[in-house]
């Protein structure tokens, strides 16, 4: 995402970054877990466990969450060259039994820089339609549109300061029994951005992202990846300056399958900087909850 799902929190890097990569996430970036079988997920136990296909860290997947269950997903990010910090909190929910539509919200505390304050950032309201696959289908495809509320201090370089939009495409690829791919290409735009002076300018920004999941058990898979980002920067009234990024993130997740529905799902990542991002190193920890939830009977 956060789903992650592209938050433009100041347009500073990789402060930025961090936001972007777990927005996209669906999202947010946001991205559902995705289950085997449609039918049966809400009630797998751990005696009967489904082979997990859960959220990329930093890439958004093609997956709408499944009719019955929610997903609570948690996702803390520290980079230590630029000593800033993110953690995110994203609520997936279907809105349907296909499951063609799904809302979400994702809440935002960070730092900085070594030089900022902790505090809340902004918040992103997501609605994803399943238009391609879904469940078990070699090739999905679900685009994503979210508002971007600036309910963080911009003054403090946590918040655009402005009302933004975002659009995400993600598409995921079945190769193999054991291996899938997700590729997404998304953009931000803040019509009234503004920087810690109080300056303002429209501001842009453009995603691209690539990511290698292998299943190498049921429950334990190995992630790679990689993540661009460019995003402009308000430096004056009305002047902007873009800035880039890349990330290689190589990761790893587990799944724990308790009675009743439960799936538990912690992970860490350790993103690399690459290019423009070169130097910087970090580390992810992940954390997911799915769940049913109670609703009327048919």
Known sequence: MINNMLLPMAYKMPVFLVAAGLLTIGAATAAAQEPADPQTTATQTAAEPAPIADNSFLVEEAYNQEWGVVQHISSFTRFWQGRDWAFTFTQEWPVNRAPRHQLSYTLMAERPGAGGSGGFGDVALNYRYQLLGGGDATVAFSPR??????????????????????????????????????????????????????????????????????????????????????????????????????????????????????????????????????????????????????????
């Open 145 to 298: 549109f979210s508002v971007l509320l600036p309910t963080g201090n911009s003054s403090r370089g946590r918040g655009a300061g402005g009302v933004g939009f975002q659009t995400n495409l993600p598409f995921s690829i079945r190769t193999g029994k054991r291996l899938v791919t997700h590729w997404n290409a998304g953009a931000t735009f803040v019509p009234s951005a503004r920087n810690e002076a109080g300056e303002r300018a429209f501001a842009a920004g453009y995603n691209l992202g690539q990511s290698f999941v292998w299943l190498a058990h049921p429950r334990f898979n190995v992630l790679l990846e990689t993540v661009w980002h460019s995003m402009d920067s308000v430096v004056a009234p009305d002047t902007t300056v873009r800035e880039n990024s890349l990330l290689i993130s190589p990761g790893i997740r587990w799944a724990h399958n308790l009675p009743g529905g439960l799936q538990i799902v912690p992970g860490v990542a350790v993103p690399i900087g690459a290019g423009p991002s070169r130097g910087e190193t970090g580390i992810i920890f992940y954390l997911s909850l799915e769940h049913p939830f109670r609703r009327r009977a048919d």
